[in-house]
C-alpha cells in the first residue's frame, strides 16, 4: 500500500530555535497533505491542510506564522516550528491521500510521526 | 462541532480474550465513520470503515457496526492475540469526500501471552 514517510521520527531542540519536520509520499503524488497534533492522551487534531504549490489552510486557533507550512512539490510537504518553546512540544503526524487511484475521496495513508521537545 | 468519546485505556487483555473498545460521536448529519491503528513505530493504518448507518465494517477479525440510533461505533474482535497490540483511534468525517477526520483519544491495547 501507499507509504508516508516522517522525518526526524524524534527530535529535541532548545526553546528559540526553529525545527523542520518533513513528511514525504513515497510511492503516490500527494496534491493535498494534512498535519495534525498530538497531546498525551488527547486526541488527533488536524493542524493544517497543505497545499501543493498554494498556501496552506490553517484551522482556527493555530498560529501560521508559528507553523510554517510549505508544499513545495508533489511529494513533500514540511511543517516548521518557529522560535520553539516548552509547551510547542507534541507529537506531530502527516498525512496525505493518493487521490488518482481513488477518485478523490481514497484512503487517507499517515505518517510515522514526530516527537519534537523542547528544552 | 463534531467529536469523538473513546474508551480510555490502557487495556490489557490475554491473548484469544474477547475485545471491545466503545467508541461514541457527536456529528451533523451522516459521518463516515473509521478505526484506524497505530502498531509501534509506524504510522496510523485504516482498519475498517463504515459509511452509513448499520453497515458493519470488518478487516483482521475486528469488527464495528455504525449504529445511528445510539451513535455508536464500537470496536470488537472475538480473540485477540499478541500481535494486536497496538492503539487504536475511532475517527469520523462529516464531509463527503473524508477530507477531514475527528479523531478520539485513541486507546492502547496490550496483549499478554
Known amino acids: 500500500g501507499a507509504v508516508v514517510s516522517q522525518h526526524p521520527s524524534r527530535v529535541i531542540c532548545k526553546s528559540g530555535t526553529s525545527v523542520k519536520i518533513e513528511c514525504r509520499s513515497l510511492?503516490?503524488?500527494?496534491?493535498?497533505m494534512f498535519w495534525y497534533r498530538q497531546f498525551p492522551k488527547k486526541s488527533l487534531m488536524l493542524m493544517a491542510t497543505?497545499?501543493?504549490?498554494?498556501?496552506?489552510?490553517?484551522e482556527q486557533g493555530v498560529e501560521k506564522d508559528k507553523f510554517l507550512i510549505n508544499h513545495a512539490s508533489l511529494t513533500l510537504s514540511t511543517l516548521t516550528v518557529t522560535s520553539a518553546h516548552p509547551e510547542d512540544s507534541s507529537f506531530y503526524i502527516c498525512?496525505?491521500?493518493?487521490?488518482?487511484?481513488?477518485?478523490?475521496?481514497?484512503?487517507?495513508?499517515f505518517g510515522e510521526g514526530s516527537r519534537l521537545t523542547v528544552l | 462541532g463534531d467529536s469523538v468519546t473513546q474508551m480510555e485505556g490502557p487495556v490489557t487483555l490475554s491473548e484469544e480474550a474477547f475485545l471491545t473498545i466503545n467508541c461514541t460521536y457527536t456529528?451533523?448529519?451522516?459521518?463516515?465513520l473509521f478505526w484506524y491503528v497505530q502498531y509501534p513505530g509506524e504510522g496510523l493504518q485504516l482498519l475498517l470503515k463504515?459509511?452509513?448507518?448499520?453497515d458493519k465494517g470488518s478487516n483482521k477479525g475486528f469488527e464495528a457496526t455504525y449504529r445511528k440510533e445510539t451513535t455508536s461505533f464500537h470496536l470488537e474482535k472475538g480473540s485477540v492475540q499478541v500481535s494486536d497490540s497496538a492503539v487504536y483511534f475511532c475517527a469520523l468525517s462529516s464531509s463527503g469526500s473524508a477530507r477531514q477526520l475527528t479523531f478520539g483519544s485513541g486507546t492502547q491495547l496490550t496483549v499478554l501471552p
Open positions: 510511492d503516490f503524488q500527494a496534491t493535498t
Open positions: 463504515a459509511t452509513k448507518a448499520d
Open positions: 498525512s496525505a491521500r493518493d487521490y488518482r487511484s481513488q477518485g478523490g475521496t481514497g484512503e487517507l495513508f
Open positions: 456529528a451533523t448529519g451522516y459521518p463516515s
Open positions: 497543505s497545499n501543493e504549490g498554494s498556501k496552506a489552510t490553517y
